[in-house]
């Protein structure tokens, strides 16, 4: 089976990287649009209707708190993809229109895969582990071309690999 460069992931794995003070920081949106429609009903004079000071207020905050989540993401894995974090994170604070963020998402370096037998990093491409020798994907025994694990014959000689597929 060959070396997948990504690993599949959920939603809730993906944001279970993210620390939990950026959390902290994300839910403080919400208590400043709740301290300012505070402010604008009990000064007097609001600047709109009671309902549409609410719908702005949570729109405004959810629309922050997303953008704080994503650069606490992007700060996270950039460090699990072997990036500079703090280059990363910088870069999507402070290029504007969050075209930082969208910057991260197209140039980030695929997440480092593991040899399955010694755990040594390995890179996208790699046939056999640097580390242990270990062969990475599944080979015809006739003619020692990569297969697929679920083939029975050979697309390049047409052999038939049946059970003989081996890694070493």
């Not at 056999?128 to 015809?140: I, S």
Request: charged share 15%.
């Amino acid at each position: 089976m060959p070396v997948k460069t990504e690993a599949s992931t959920h939603f809730t794995d993906e944001l279970h990287i993210i620390s939990t003070w950026v959390f902290f920081f994300a839910g403080l949106p919400y208590l400043a649009a709740i301290a300012a429609i505070a402010y604008a009903t009990l000064s007097g004079k609001p600047p709109m209707p009671f309902p549409a000071m609410v719908a702005v207020g949570i729109l405004g905050a959810t629309v922050l708190a997303c953008y704080i989540l994503l650069i606490g993401y992007v700060n996270s894995d950039a460090g699990r993809r072997g990036m500079s974090r703090i280059a990363w994170t910088l870069l999507a604070v402070f290029i504007p229109n969050a075209l930082g963020i969208v910057l991260y998402f197209v140039l980030r370096k695929p997440r480092i895969a593991t040899c399955p037998q010694c755990a040594a990093p390995l890179e996208p491409g790699f046939g056999f582990c640097p580390r242990c020798r270990y062969r990475l994907n599944p080979t015809c025994p006739a003619c020692q071309r990569s297969v697929h694990a679920g083939d029975k014959f050979c697309p390049y000689c047409g052999g038939e690999l049946g059970g003989e597929i081996k890694v070493l």
